[in-house]
Nanobody, 113 residues
Framework: QVQLVESGGGLVQPGGSLRLSCVASGSIFSYVMGWYRQTPGKQRELVAS???????TYTDSVKGRFVISRDNAKNTVYLQMSSLKLEDTAVYYCNFRYRVNSWGQGAQVTVSS
């Protein structure tokens, strides 16, 4: 198992920005990585994913506002979130997209005025 540690969450006003980081204890090179989010009572949702070479995909609700990136040398995945909306409030997690791995503690993102 690779341990994943998310950070960078917090409280932000609508329209604001946050940058999340996810540091892995092992190599993420060659793996597709994803950022997910979950709100109470709902299933975890895939928000964005990134291939090893940098190709990215996003769920429709965040397209144009979120950017996923990675630094394979640092075993780190990032999620730059801009123009945040109330409905982006959630706990955000990163994980391997197609590899079974345990979940980290997540990063709480709260968008509120």
């Amino acid at each position: 198992q690779v341990q994943l540690v998310e950070s960078g969450g917090g409280l932000v006003q609508p329209g604001g920005s946050l940058r999340l980081s996810c540091v892995a204890s092992g190599s993420i090179f060659s793996y597709v990585m994803g950022w997910y989010r979950q709100t109470p009572g709902k299933q975890r949702e895939l928000v964005a994913s990134i291939l090893s070479g940098g190709t990215t995909t996003y769920t429709d609700s965040v397209k144009g506002r979120f950017v996923i990136s990675r630094d394979n040398a640092k075993n780190t995945v990032y999620l730059q979130m801009s123009s945040l909306k109330l409905e982006d409030t959630a706990v955000y997690y990163c994980n391997f997209r197609y590899r079974v791995n345990s979940w980290g503690q997540g990063a709480q993102v709260t968008v509120s005025s």
